[in-house]
């Protein structure tokens, strides 16, 4: 064994990869993000014990979140940014422990980085299979996962002037705990809730960032074909990244494209007013390798969702900005200010041939909850009468995996009187098929990124206050998501606090889930996975 990570839901043989990561990483990357997982516990401990109070650790707030969404399945591969990463943190933590001189630290990830060489020796022995009793390190990484998916959201919250001292205050507390041993099991799944609760807070803070910035997300037909000129295809899920592309390519003769999770963009109405944002190419992220080769033009990811490109021409086209990285390829900073000159790219997409059109057509989305509530007499009249019987929620990831076509299948084979709602990439299994609609309510109704997901948990619950019930369980509403990274796991943990209960969870239950844990979320939440597509239906509908 090399490396070890079961993070996501490709762990090599349902047990964790141990030699090479099925995203693409290396084994000296995965120790690298090991390693500043580690420093990030570390600094944690310090800002804990020494009793600091985030509203006075800009600085250091804001690189451990920049530094907890490196460590994201497939956003950053580059072994020397990661290192850079890791050095930055130790020093914030050596700085930091000057303020507290006199209090004791048990651990502080207590590590230097005299050589890249003893560093990685290190890595396997504070790795996580550091913790032996395997409850503890199931409810560990559970925490873990949870937390990166909420820093995520807080980076992207933050690139738009927000943040909550709470959230950074938790991200602290959560990441210490992970270095105590007298917590208790019950201790570390009361810690599990919390981090639902403050993902909730998390989520609801992007909301408002996103919507006062952009405006409220509203139908909108989205464009899939492509036009004549040349383009720049931008890829991942910070809208900033997306604003200052736009402002830069205006009046220069390229389009912009959206891929993968940057699709519902195009819903927000300050977007709209640009006239050389032209559609959306191409479907979820995993299909890149063969898309981007259509595509002719350079690619900019702002985020995650990168997978290794097979060839040099197209890694050549690549550049990545914020938290994503990938050696080989051009990687835009931010100045002081946050601002990011995107001359090279667009440089580069002058001299680019124009998209090869690979489809053609519409697919509308824009359903978040400020559209649905308009839209709310409507529903509820079609839920009163009978024509909508239930409302599924298909939200979250997609992957490469042949078995997620069963959400594909699942999809088709509803009754024509359910409604899918949806946000995250899972939506590409099915947001292209002719599924029709009810009473003018499309049978598909796509919220927007992963984060919104938040979105459906409001819509919901403004739906059990309309229908006057005491228990957001009991409307017509089932749950079947699929999961793939970290964020999936923040949004699942937040729909858990909020009190959903029976959640269906696919292709695989997370193998971090030890049994012991894995129960108790059956047990307690009805937390379940997935059969057949015929079985799933019919005890859904029951």
């Known amino acids: 064994m090399s490396m070890f990570c079961y993070q996501c839901q490709e762990a090599a043989k349902g047990v964790g990869c141990q030699l090479k990561g099925v995203c693409g990483k290396n084994e000296e990357v995965a120790k690298l993000q090991d390693l500043l997982i580690y420093s990030l516990k570390g600094i944690s401990e310090v800002v804990v014990k020494g009793k600091l109070q985030a509203k006075e650790l800009k600085e250091v707030n804001h690189e451990v979140v920049k530094s907890l969404f490196i460590t994201i399945t497939n956003a950053n591969f580059d072994e020397a940014a990661i290192e850079k990463q890791i050095k930055k943190i130790l020093y914030l933590r050596n700085e930091l422990k000057k303020k507290v001189s006199g209090v004791e630290f048990d651990d502080a990830a207590e590590f230097e980085t005299a050589d890249k060489a003893s560093m990685l020796g290190k890595a396997l022995k504070i790795g996580v299979l550091a913790t032996e009793n395997e409850d503890v390190r199931s409810l560990r990484e559970l925490i873990t996962y949870g937390i990166k998916g909420m820093a995520a959201y807080a980076h992207h919250a933050l690139n738009l002037g927000k943040e909550n001292f709470d959230i950074y205050e938790f991200i602290y507390e959560g990441l210490a705990a992970t270095l105590n041993d007298n917590l208790s099991v019950d201790e570390l799944v009361a810690l599990t809730l919390k981090t639902g609760k403050l993902g909730v807070a998390t989520m609801a803070l992007l909301d408002e960032a996103n919507t006062l910035k952009y405006g409220n997300p509203e139908i909108t ?8 000129k040349p383009g720049i295809l931008i890829s991942g899920h910070d809208l900033t990244d997306l604003e200052q592309l736009l402002e830069q390519t205006k009046g220069t003769g390229v389009d912009v494209y959206t891929h993968g999770e940057m699709l519902p963009a195009h819903y927000y109405p300050f977007f709209k007013n640009y006239e050389n944002f032209v559609g959306n190419y191409g479907g979820s992220w995993w299909k890149q390798t063969e898309e981007f080769e259509a595509f002719n033009g350079p690619i900019l990811f702002t985020t995650n969702c990168i997978v290794p490109a097979k060839s040099e021409e197209v890694r050549a086209r690549i550049f990545t900005t914020g938290a994503a990285g990938y050696p080989g390829c051009t990687h835009i900073e931010a100045d002081n200010e946050g601002r990011k000159d995107f001359t090279a790219i667009i440089e580069m997409a002058k001299k680019s041939k124009a998209p090869e059109e690979i489809e053609t057509g519409s697919i509308v989305g824009g359903f978040a909850h400020a559209q649905v509530f308009a839209l709310a007499d409507k529903v509820i009249d079609a839920v009163k009468s009978g024509a909508i019987k239930k409302f599924f929620v298909m939200a979250g990831c997609d992957g490469r995996m042949k078995s997620r076509e069963y959400y594909t299948e699942f999809a ?20 292209k098929l002719p599924l029709g609609d009810i009473g003018g309510i499309p049978r598909v109704l796509d919220a927007g990124q992963c984060n919104d997901s938040y979105s459906l948990a409001v819509i919901a619950l403004k739906l059990k206050e309309v229908f006057g019930l005491d228990d957001v369980n009991k409307l017509p509403i089932a749950y079947n998501i699929a999961w793939y990274e970290q964020k999936a796991v923040i949004v699942l943990l937040a729909l858990l606090y909020l009190g959903v209960k029976n959640i269906h969870l696919g292709p695989t239950l997370p193998v971090f889930l030890s049994p012991n844990v894995a129960k108790v979320l059956v047990e307690t939440f009805g937390i379940a996975g997935i059969g057949t597509v015929e079985d799933d239906i019919k005890l859904f509908m029951a």
């Open 221 to 228: 037909s989205v464009n899939i074909g492509v036009g004549t």
């Open 412 to 431: 088709e084979k509803l009754p024509n009187d359910t409604v899918i709602l949806t946000a995250g990439c899972a939506k590409y299994r099915y947001n």
